[in-house]
């Protein structure tokens, strides 16, 4: 398979390969990486022997993807090394499945990505005999995972920047307790300038030459493939169910996660189409409704890993639907949940169901229910079922848990764990100079 940049023109000769996409991250000329090919994925995961489990499916997808840049036996060792966990789906009642995706090392769906980005990177740097540093600022969710994923791995450094103060306690020891190759950065300042000093690093010339810094962050191709792999998990296992009967519902941010489940559908995998469920930081359902795309600063709500303004992977659903907002809004509809509506749906849901979900997957559950409701058509209605994504476990999110229903769900074994370790981090000032400085004594 080759990649384009979404700016590129359609008919551009000059393709990227998955090696290039990864290291880059972002293309050259500012758009993001995506597949100039549609693979038909349908009939090889048929065919696959015996009940689907999920790294035979993993290994089939990424060996037609990415072969032959990557040949058998790497892509069979990156898979069994990337997912020692799997998604479950779990059958709520005869309209709902929750397709679980919190059972990984951080306990959220971006674990996919993050092991299976460091896995690649890994199997790469070590055929060129080459070593890294990865370079990520977090606001809490995605550096866990980075830090979880890369831990231990060959030839790779990991730096994580996070703001002083802004990450809630269990964040902050999920990316701190590590130690070993990954050195986690408590900067002086906010989000914003963390994502600054990681940029600017990146533009260093004396940096470039000194080290091969490389970006692990949510628009890595490395971290969008392997996501496709529980969306056609998921089928194989609704496979009873006639297509247009069932549809995902995806709780959105940068709109990644979707991304990736409409790629799985251009590669075959037949479903009846998606939701795309948000907070009230709603350009993406806005855009589906009216057509235009208004991007504009974020709110903060209670679903926070979802509080994004401008997503960046918007580009690459258009880019899919060749910038065609009929045929986007004919596969994907769009669902906005407030907090108020987050919180009680919680409880409705811990009530009648005993069931704990995060704020996320509490965006996606309501998001659900309505488009339950309101199915209509020949198709609809009657028996359509909704495979809604949960995306995070709901421990990670205890105080909101606790405020919505009263209750405290247990802490899962490796948070426990986390939360005992000390601390350790290095603390900066938010500026270039400093990180200039430890990156080049640590690393150059
Ligand atoms: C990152 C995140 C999301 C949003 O996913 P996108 O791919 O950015 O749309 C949703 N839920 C949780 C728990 C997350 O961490």
Known sequence: MRFRSTRAPTNDAATHSFREAVFQGLAPDGGLYHPVETPDLRQPLENLPGP??????????????????????AV?????????????LRRIDDSRLLLELFHGPSYAFKDFGAGFLACCMEELLRSDDRRAVVLVATSGDTG??????FYGKENIQVVILYPSGRVSHLQEKQLTVLGKNITSLEVAGAFDDCQRMVKEAFMDPELRRRLTLTSANSINLGRLIPQAF?????????????????FFCVPSGNFGNL???????????????????????????????????????????????MDVGNPSNFERLQAVFGGDWRRMAAEIRGRVVTDEETLKTMEEVK?????FLCPHTAVGWLAAARELQTSSGPQKGEGEQAVILATAH??????????ATGCEPELPEGLKEALELPKRSIPMEADLAALKRLLLERFG
């Open 394 to 403: 709901p421990a990670k999110f205890r105080e909101t848990v606790k405020d």
């Open 259 to 305: 991304t990736a489940g409409v790629y799985a559908w251009r590669w075959g995998l037949p479903v009846g189409g998606f939701v795309a469920a948000t907070n009230i930081n709603d350009v993406v359902p806005e855009y589906l409704e009216v057509g235009t795309f208004a991007p504009r600063p974020s709110h903060r709500t209670l679903s926070n890993a």
């Open 76 to 88: 069979r060792r990156i898979v069994h090394r990337a997912f020692p966990f799997s998604p479950k």
């Open 230 to 246: 529980y969306y056609l998990y998921a089928w194989l296992l609704m496979r009873p169910i006639p297509a247009e009967r069932w």
């Open 351 to 355: 009530r009648e169901f005993d069931l």
């Open 52 to 73: 689907a489990d999920f790294v035979t499916v993993a290994e089939e997808t990424a060996s037609r993807l990415l072969s032959p840049e990557l040949d058998g036996s």
């Open 144 to 149: 866990s995972a980075v830090a979880r994923a």
